[in-house]
Structure formats: structure tokens, C-alpha cells
């Protein structure tokens, strides 16, 4: 069983259409993150959810905006899509750090390529 | 100065050598640490966690130092599989994860 799953693992789509990323998780985390790695390999939080509310959002631009339907699933839509989106995005979920470990367990990233 | 900083190789090892890598961080309340094993085009995946009094896992030891905020990797033995881009990862608080921008690891026959 896939613990962390997002759709679609591939993503090509032309500047300025709008498009969603979906992401589960079946490992009863409480928290859930977005990340984005660029072209250099850096990656970089964007956004953190613990139990369907915002906790983090790394000053990412408004045309990203995050969607927790419920703490299994963090749902990622982007407006606009410009070049410079265009990146390996990963959902991540840990669970509460009531003993300090949180550990984040990775999807398998979505390649979105802007053209 | 980045939060996380780390070497970013490549380095190049022969089968059987050991290997070390070094990560600062800049957040000295920081609350924990990681060592994450990414290979080409896959996600990162845990390697190991960091505890102060040093951890081995096989032929795999972390060790931090909360003075010097330092962290490290020493990997001995290496074998060809080991070849991947290692991410020091520290956990700033509030559940924030922040990844170091990785050490490449190439390890020939």
C-alpha cells in the first residue's frame, strides 16, 4: 500500500492554465506539507497543514493556494502557471512530534513542466 | 546565511572507502535532525535520525553537535548502492522541516 500517493506524476501544461496536484495519505499523520525542488535540487518548504489548518506558508505567491478537505488529503491548485513554476513538487505527511520524532514520509512527486 | 548548509560534492569514492559529510545549521533552537537519502528522480526517503549522543545504524553513524550546530554522516564500507544525494534535514520547530540543498555521492567499481 502506497503510504504517500499524489496525482498526477506528470504534469505538462502551457503559462497561464490553471491546475490542481492531489495528495493522500493512509498513515494517520496529523500533518501534512507541500514542497517544491528546483532545477538545482534544493528543496524548499511551501506550505505545512496540521489537522486541516495552515501552519506554515513560506511566503509562497498567491497562485498557489492549498486545500485540506480533511488530514488525510492536501490538495495543491495553481492559477497562472508561469515558467518559473515549473519544478518537482512533493507532498509530505509526519506525525505530531509529541516525542519529538517527525520523521516525513514522501509522495513521489509531481514533474510539472510549464511551457 | 542558510538555514541548513551542507557541501554539495560530487563526491567521487571507490567501492569499500569511507565517506564523510558535514551539515551547520543556523536555527540554534532547533529540535531535531535527519539524514535523508535521496536517489536521481525519486523522493527523499529517512536515512537515519541525529541524537546527541551519536547513533549507528550498520555502516552508517550520525553524530550532532548542538554547540557547534554541526551534524554529520560517515558512511564506511561504501558499496556502489550507496550512490544517492544525501539531505541533512533539521526540524526548526513548529513542524517545519528544512532540507539542506544535499551532498552527491558517487561511489565507483
Known amino acids: 500500500d502506497t503510504a504517500v500517493s499524489q496525482t498526477p506524476k506528470y504534469l505538462v501544461t502551457q503559462m497561464g492554465n490553471d491546475k490542481s496536484i492531489k495528495c493522500e495519505q493512509n498513515?494517520?499523520?496529523?500533518?501534512m506539507y507541500w514542497y517544491k525542488q528546483d532545477s538545482k535540487k534544493f528543496l524548499k518548504i511551501m506550505f505545512s497543514?496540521?489537522?486541516?489548518?495552515?501552519?506554515i506558508n513560506e511566503t509562497v505567491p498567491n497562485r498557489f493556494s492549498p486545500k485540506s478537505p480533511d488530514k488525510a488529503h492536501l490538495n495543491l491548485h495553481i492559477n497562472s502557471l508561469e515558467l518559473g513554476d515549473s519544478a518537482v513538487y512533493f507532498c509530505?505527511?509526519?506525525?505530531?512530534?509529541?516525542?519529538?520524532?517527525?520523521?516525513?514520509?514522501f509522495g513521489q512527486g509531481t514533474r510539472l513542466t510549464v511551457v | 546565511r542558510k538555514e541548513v548548509e551542507q557541501d554539495p560534492g560530487p563526491f567521487n569514492v571507490p567501492e569499500g572507502a569511507t565517506v564523510a559529510f558535514n551539515c551547520t545549521y543556523s536555527?540554534?533552537?532547533?529540535?531535531?535532525f535527519f539524514w535523508y537519502r535521496q536517489d536521481c528522480r525519486k523522493e527523499p526517503k529517512l536515512l537515519m535520525s541525529?541524537?546527541?549522543s551519536g547513533n549507528e545504524d550498520g555502516r552508517f553513524t550520525a553524530q550532532l553537535n548542538r554547540a557547534s550546530q554541526y551534524i554529520s554522516l560517515l558512511i564506511r564500507d561504501s558499496k556502489l548502492s550507496d550512490s544517492a544525494t544525501y539531505l541533512c534535514?533539521?526540524?526548526?520547530?513548529?513542524?517545519?522541516?528544512?532540507f539542506g540543498t544535499g551532498t552527491r555521492l558517487l561511489v565507483s567499481p
Open positions: 536555527n540554534s533552537a532547533s529540535q531535531s
Open positions: 541525529v541524537y546527541s
Open positions: 498513515l494517520g499523520h496529523d500533518t
Open positions: 497543514y496540521n489537522n486541516k489548518e495552515l501552519i
Open positions: 509530505a505527511s509526519s506525525p505530531v512530534p509529541g516525542n519529538g520524532n517527525t520523521e516525513a514520509f
Open positions: 534535514v533539521v526540524n526548526t520547530g513548529f513542524q517545519k522541516l528544512v
